[in-house]
């Protein structure tokens, strides 16, 4: 299979395509690799997967450039004519938006907009893009499910990708196109983010610096190990989206439609509050942090927790990792690669 994986530096999107490369098929990755958080880090991963890629034999091509480029993203479908797209890459970050808006047009609608152009007109079998569980903003039914509306964003970050979700629908109902959208809930693990929870707790518990602990405390969040994420991403991919033979349009579902297209949460389905997450970095580490409890951030939202039930009746996705077992993995590698 031939698959173009844009994002494949940053975070979930350097596991994805590693993954694939470990299978056998070809990848074409694409990212700018830009200085949104240390890129130190982002090369690393791409010298990852330029091994992986020689370890197993497989193809692999590597496209350093800005997805908000259209003629660039036109010329990568053109000369690698990809038969699947695991759209990965964007301006991530809920509190970023605060700051910089425009930074999100660019990379969550210019190049969104970019990315559904190029799978149209060079006949793409499958689409599979990134969401998040952001989307569910104001709600406070839980688990949050993917049949409810998402009508009332938070910040920013989440309308951008709220409108990713309708950009995608239009495309799949006027051109055909299969699409995935996947609603992703706190993801974390081994070469995670600087700018997450997990990798800034156990920076400052190390450098004897107090954490930023905001809510008191008391949020929830469904962590999902990056491993498992990866497990449900690829299922997805494999598996085409279709229309919904028995959508009704006196009653619309949210996440199918008489198109070829689905939402899916992909979660843990198991929330955990912040102070339990903190008691298992410090259990990891040997070491007590110093807390500075502080109220909850504009556009934070208190709660998450994910009904994964849909994914796992369409692709056999179930998450099997505990948040115990994923934090030892993550310290283990960050006092590794930092030598800490």
Known sequence: MNNLVTGNAGFIGFHTAKRLLERGDSVIGFDVVNDYYDPTIKEARLEILEATAREHGSDYTFIRADLADQQTVNDAFEAHKPQRVIHLAAQAGVRYSLENPHAYVQSNLVAFTNILEACRHHRVEHLTYASTSSVYGANTKMPFSEHESVDHPLQFYAATKKANELMAHSYSHLYRLPTTGL????????????????????????????????????????????????????????????????????????ATSNAPYRLFNIGNNNPVKLSAYIEAIEDALGKKATKDLLPLQPGDVPDTYADSTELERAVGYKPATPVKEGIANFVAWYREFYNA
């Open 183 to 254: 609603r992703f809930f706190t993801v974390y693990g081994p070469w995670g983010r600087p700018d997450m929870a997990l990798f800034l707790f156990t920076r400052n518990i190390l450098a004897d610096e107090p954490i930023p602990v905001f809510n008191h405390g008391h949020h929830t969040r469904d962590f999902t190990y990056i491993d498992d994420i990866v497990e449900g991403v690829v299922r997805a991919s494999d598996d085409i989206a279709a229309p919904n033979p028995e959508w009704n349009s006196d009653a619309p579902d949210p």
